[in-house]
């Protein structure tokens, strides 16, 4: 027996929800960093009080971080379409992230750049 008339195979209905996992990749400005967190552009309106994982770079050096979405608002920019000023504030943070972040905050080498939801 058919679902839907047309298919020549049939659907099957799932008794649970469906699980997984989505790891997006996606690069993304970071308009400024603190000890505590970071305020991004996003294309995307990231849900307050969402978790994400951010890898950040600068050059050689890059850290992997876990942070709290606190407050969205939108942005429009001149030479692209509706964007959104995510801030994040950071959860545990592990001592040589916080390391990196610091010597980022100091001028030691570049703004990093954020890669990664």
Do not use: C, N
């Not at 400005?29 to 970071?38: A, E, K, N, T, W």
Request: charged share 25%.
């Amino acid at each position: 027996m058919t679902l839907g008339g047309r298919r020549s195979v049939p659907r099957l209905a799932t008794v649970s929800e469906p699980r997984g996992i989505l790891d997006a990749l996606e690069p993304l400005s970071v308009r400024s960093l603190s000890p505590d967190g970071l305020r991004i552009e996003s294309p995307h309106p990231l849900e307050a009080g969402s978790i994400h994982e951010f890898q950040l770079f600068d050059g050689a050096a890059s850290v992997r971080v876990r942070a709290a979405v606190r407050h969205v608002s939108p942005l429009r920019l001149s030479s692209a379409g509706r964007y959104f000023l995510v801030d994040l504030a950071f959860l545990d943070l592990d001592a040589r992230s916080s390391v990196v972040v610091e010597q980022w905050l100091k001028g030691q080498s570049a703004q990093p750049t954020r890669k990664g939801v």
